[in-house]
C-alpha cells in the first residue's frame, strides 16, 4: 500500500474521488500505483478492501 497525501492542490485532470464521487477542490490522496485520486484516507481503504474481496481475498499489487 503506498500513497501519497496532497494538501492545498487539486489534481491535474481528475476532480473527483473514485469512491464516493465527491469533488476534489483542496487536498486528497493518490494511490501511487494506479494514480487514482481519493478525498481522503476512508475512502481509500475503502476501496482497497472491496477490491480484496473481488479478488478473492488476495491483497491488489502495489
Not at 35 to 51: A, K, N, P, T, V
Request: aromatic share 12%; with cysteine.
Amino acid at each position: 500500500m503506498k500513497f501519497v497525501l496532497v494538501n492545498g492542490r487539486m489534481p491535474f485532470r481528475q476532480h473527483d474521488c473514485v469512491w464516493c464521487c465527491t469533488p476534489i477542490y483542496t487536498g486528497y490522496l493518490r494511490d501511487i500505483a494506479t494514480r487514482l485520486c481519493y478525498c481522503d484516507h476512508q475512502c481509500y481503504m475503502i476501496y482497497r478492501e472491496s477490491s480484496a474481496l473481488l479478488l478473492g481475498g488476495r491483497v491488489c499489487a502495489s
